[in-house]
């Protein structure tokens, strides 16, 4: 079983930067591909980011790309989001989940675990 914990939600304003943290245990990270995804109030979830195990291969939502970056240390067991230029539109909750296949996914139904998520709001 693994356990993901979100950090580094927050009030932020327009145009402003936030990082996120997601630190795992339980399990082989390192064999895990890890996404972000968010869910505004209201809407259904939706995909961020994702990286696969290695972290050579990244993938992120068009509405964040260019200015939200994924990465990860796998001797920390973390994974990461950069976020700049932020709109008032990234609000929402953030999740991080990790999926045992070995491919870069985007689709949150295939991902295994899940944070308990942190909140980013961003005043206009």
């Known amino acids: 079983q693994v356990q993901l914990v979100e950090s580094g939600g927050g009030l932020v304003q327009a145009g402003g930067s936030l990082r996120l943290s997601c630190a795992a245990s339980?399990?082989?990270?390192?064999?895990?591909?890890m996404g972000w995804f968010r869910q505004a109030l209201g809407k259904e979830r939706e995909f961020v980011a994702t990286?696969?195990?290695?972290?050579?291969?990244?993938s992120h939502a068009d509405s964040v790309k260019g200015r939200f970056t994924i990465s990860r240390d796998n001797a920390k067991n973390m994974v990461y989001i950069q976020m700049n230029s932020l709109k008032p539109e990234d609000t929402a909750v953030y999740y991080c989940?990790?999926?045992?296949?070995?491919?870069?996914?985007?689709?949150?139904?295939?991902?295994?675990?899940w944070g308990q998520g942190t909140q980013v709001t961003v005043s206009s």
């Open positions: 989940a990790a999926d045992r296949s070995s491919s870069i996914a985007t689709n949150p139904k295939v991902y295994d675990y």
């Open positions: 339980g399990g082989t990270f390192s064999s895990y591909t």
């Open positions: 990286i696969s195990w290695s972290g050579r291969l990244t």
